[in-house]
């Protein structure tokens, strides 16, 4: 954890780490590693951002600056913090007063400036000469600037300018939503969100308009998903607002489930304000306003007031790859409920529908494929164990809809695949039988493929042609 290369370097050197005890908090600067207390127990943890918690006003310091001076007055620092070896939705501001000053603290190597004298220039050097020289680039930059976070080492560096155009061409050609480093390094800009009767905790950064960022709440409509930053604006729209459900067509209904299908070109506002939304939970997946390429497939709840949003996911109008799924979410406050397996099972269904076997835009995030992978092995045994004579991988894709590949993938998972008499057969042990008989115990929602009322569409090269 003490040493590693530090990005830039010339000639691919060590940086090695400095391990120190410290006998104030005010001697911790930005990239160290220090240990805080979090619920009962001590974690090592790496410090993100220091702040005046009186203030709340962001003091930007590296290993090279002196420590900060608090002789004469009592300041009250706060950490902003990444708790090595945990999810990053854990990061979080923490007081001065949580700093374990009994443990040591890592600190990374300072910066030699003499050592590369003379007539050569490091290549982040020169980057910081371009930049300093007024060229100008297009684009889009995101809203809320932050310092860039590296593992062993942090020093404010010229970030990459974000270019609307890049990506969007990265997206067509590709068939990926777009990802961007800076974006995913990025501190949390928002402390609560309340929607409707839930008040949520956002896990990650979301590009929200700075003017709405660091408020202490930001109230959304659960109907056309707008924002406001203070309460009397959000009430006042909501005596105006007069969406009950989502602005799109209702595809499907059973009992108080609905999907609507929203075409992200005909309804941009909100579906934009669905990406905001999602990017709060989202930390591996990023899609920068340009939402006409996407359908958006969105779940509700339905009862006396409306049709509450439960989650979504988005596909591509043209996939390159036969991806039935970009992006999906479950809103926190109805997870562990079964719906992210509800909207699995209906990309399938609108699969069936269109007459073509689908998959998931890969790369999928470990949360995802770990819930990919259950759901693939339990529509797989649910099958085999109701199915009498042979079959093949081939026809077990014809009857799912899923692909070779995610079949294979999941059949070596429950380690079905066995050879027998010089041909490989599918074998179910009793671990996974025992498995299913407790799955079919289960009250799960299905899908009833017969309550779609939907039919694919067919896109012109008009309406495909983004970018007017």
């Not at 939705?89 to 003379?118: I, M, Q």
Request: charged share 25%.
């Amino acid at each position: 954890m003490g040493s590693g290369s530090r990005p830039g370097t010339p000639g691919g050197t060590k940086a090695e780490a400095t391990i120190t005890k410290i006998s104030s908090p005010s001697q911790l600067s930005i990239g160290c590693k220090a240990f805080f207390e979090k619920d009962g127990e001590i974690r090592q943890a790496e410090v993100l951002s220091i702040r005046d918690k009186a203030m709340r006003q962001n003091i930007q310091r590296t290993a090279d600056d002196a420590p900060l001076d608090n002789s004469e007055s009592k300041l009250e620092y706060e950490f902003y913090v990444h708790y090595v070896e945990f999810n990053k939705r854990l990061d979080e501001w923490v007081p001065d007063s949580r700093t374990r000053l009994d443990k040591p603290v890592t600190f990374p190597k300072k910066k030699n400036k003499a050592a590369h004298g003379g007539g050569q220039q490091t290549a982040r050097d020169k980057k910081r000469k371009t930049n300093a020289g007024g060229s100008v680039a297009t684009g889009t930059a995101p809203q809320t600037p932050e310092p860039v976070r590296h593992d062993d080492a942090v020093y404010t560096a010229p970030r990459e300018v974000f270019s609307k155009e890049k990506e969007i061409e990265k997206l067509r050609t590709s068939g990926s939503m777009t990802q961007s480093t800076s974006e995913v390094a990025r501190m949390k800009n928002l402390n609560l969100m309340e929607m409707g009767q839930f008040q949520i905790e956002p896990w990650y950064f979301s590009p929200y308009p700075i003017e709405y960022a660091y408020t202490p709440v930001l109230y959304i409509c659960e109907f056309c998903l707008c924002y406001y930053a203070n309460k009397t604006q959000y009430t006042r729209h909501r005596t105006k607002c007069t969406l009950q459900h989502p602005p799109g067509n209702e595809i499907y209904r059973k009992d108080d489930l609905s999907f609507f299908e929203i075409d992200g070109r005909r309804q941009r506002t909100y579906c934009r304000n669905l990406c905001l939304l999602s990017k709060c939970f989202l930390d591996h997946k990023t899609l920068f306003y340009d939402v006409d390429p996407f359908l958006f497939y969105i779940l509700t709840q339905r009862d006396e007031r409306g049709c509450h949003i439960i989650g979504y996911f988005s596909k591509e109008k043209e996939s390159a790859e036969n991806y039935n799924l970009a992006c999906i979410l479950t809103l926190p406050q109805y997870q562990r409920m079964g719906f992210g397996r509800v909207l699995m099972q209906f990309s399938y269904e609108l699969s069936k529908a269109e007459g073509k076997v689908g998959s998931p835009e890969k790369p999928l995030s470990d949360l995802g494929l770990l819930s990919y992978r259950t759901f693939w092995s339990e529509m797989l045994v649910d099958l085999l164990v109701g199915y009498d004579g042979e079959i093949s991988i081939d026809d077990l894709s014809q009857l799912t809809c899923f692909t070779v590949q995610d079949i294979m993938h999941a059949l070596f998972s429950l380690d079905a695949i066995r050879y027998y008499h010089g041909q490989h057969c599918i074998v179910l042990s009793e671990r996974v039988m025992e498995a299913h008989e407790r799955f079919a115990k289960k009250k799960l929602r299905k899908v009833d493929s017969s309550c779609l009322k939907w039919t694919p569409k067919v896109f012109t090269q008009a309406e495909l042609r983004y970018l007017q």
